[in-house]
């Protein structure tokens, strides 16, 4: 039996905050998981060096499941995005170990690859329509047979997903930057563009759009009927999800496919939109939802009712959690879609992922393990960097969803 020695937590810089565990067995065997929370980076690596450490020491790294339920019942206090993915950089980063001890790549653990790689969608955003539609050239030109786009919507500052040069979020600045919501002038400019990028581009992609929480069941409901002649590949996070029954009112509304859950952390946010077939795409990703042990748990389940994955991979997850998702994605049957980003290549200099990207789709390596190295020394040239993902306002001054 090999017992866990040493457990560290490093906080790091590179681009852009990540959180990331580092695991290591009294046979010297180590191990990587991802714990970073896109502005809320701290409170993991707090959970993780006061509450979770501690107990990790002496404990068998072999028995990935017991310390999964040790973790999330031993708690008490369940679930919640803290919790969840602190467990999650425990349990990816003891597949990690187990895959080097066994001299097999993750995928090989999980049962054998089902697919060679996992097709991607790359982001294409534009100021203007036009700088969209330059955009989408650019990631067709890159190989990618499925992009998302977003515009910025006129008299709309700060239109969600636009790029702001190199940069996609969260915006510097000591504070969240505030940003001008309006459903009308979306609603109707939207549909509008989306229809734009297919005129000039056609349909022999897959063409992805991102709602962002935005809505309400009726206007979603509106805007995917709108969409249908545009044959979306899905629109994603059309309205909040914590109310899972609302999504029977969009579903009736419209067959413009629906992808949610880049905010949950179990199944238990998202087994009414599977077992009752409310959306088409399950978004969890292997960091925010308990690690490979529970996202495997949740993508099975939704099999069962023919729901499809479609891992979240914006830059906020690092090359840590981004291997994994590959790894898993490639054994699942479910596989839908993979999200990617490519990573600023300064975090690289931190964390060498060996995946990689080949006629849009990501392959992960045969390397033993999940594949990808931390340098340590390179990561403390890196100090943590305070960032907050913006807030929403309606022109009226109050809050939206952002
Ligand atoms: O699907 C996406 O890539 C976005 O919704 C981002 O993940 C979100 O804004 C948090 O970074
Ligand atoms: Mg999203």
Redesign the pocket.
């Known amino acids: 039996m090999a017992t866990i020695t040493e457990a560290k937590v490093v906080v790091t810089s590179p681009g852009r905050n990540f959180v990331t565990l580092k695991l290591t067995t009294s046979d010297g065997v180590t191990g990587l998981g991802d714990a970073t929370l896109?502005g809320r980076e701290l409170a993991v690596a707090s959970y993780l060096r006061d509450h979770l450490v501690p107990l990790l020491i002496g404990r068998d790294a072999d028995r990935i499941e017991d310390m999964w339920q040790y973790l999330y019942k031993g708690a008490y206090w369940r679930r919640g995005p803290v919790t969840m993915t602190a467990i999650a950089a425990v349990d990816t980063a003891l597949w990690d170990i187990k895959g080097k001890v066994a001299g097999m790549p993750v995928y090989d653990l999980l049962g054998g690859k089902a697919r060679e790689g996992a097709l991607v969608y790359g982001?294409a955003s534009g100021a203007t329509v036009g700088e969209l539609l330059e955009d989408v050239a650019r990631f067709q030109e890159a190989g990618y047979r499925a992009i998302?786009a977003q515009a910025a919507v006129p008299g709309v500052a700060g239109t969600?997903?636009v790029r702001k040069g190199a940069v996609?979020?969260?915006a510097a600045g000591a504070l969240p930057e505030e940003q001008l919501w309006d459903t009308e002038k979306y609603l109707d400019f939207a549909p509008r563009y989306l229809a734009r990028v297919r005129e000039e581009f056609g349909f022999d992609f897959h063409l992805l759009h991102?709602v962002?929480h935005r809505l309400t069941p009726t206007e979603a409901g509106r805007l995917g009927a709108r969409l249908e002649e545009l044959r979306l590949f899905w629109m994603?996070?059309p309205s909040p999800a914590e109310l899972q029954e609302n999504f029977r009112q969009i579903r009736q509304a419209t067959t413009t496919p629906i992808a949610v859950g880049?905010v949950f952390n179990s199944v238990w946010d998202c087994q009414q939109l599977i077992t009752e077939r409310l959306i088409d795409y399950i978004?969890c990703s292997v960091a925010h939802a308990g690690g490979i042990t529970h996202l495997r748990r949740i993508f099975h389940l939704a099999e069962l009712y023919q729901v499809r994955t479609g891992s979240?991979?914006?830059t906020?997850l690092s090359p840590v959690s981004m291997s994994a998702a590959v790894h898993l994605d490639v054994t699942v049957p479910n596989f839908g879609i993979q999200?990617y980003?490519e990573h600023d290549p300064v975090t690289h200099e931190v964390f060498r992922p060996t995946y990689e990207l080949r006629d849009g789709a990501l392959h992960p390596s045969d390397a033993a393990g999940l594949g990808v190295e931390l340098d340590e020394e390179a990561a403390a040239r890196f100090p943590y960097d305070p960032r907050y993902?913006p807030v929403g306002r309606r022109s009226d001054g109050s809050v939206h969803d952002w």
């Open positions: 896109n982001h998302r969600y997903g996609y979020e969260p991102d962002h994603e996070d880049e978004r979240h991979g914006a906020d999200e980003m993902l």
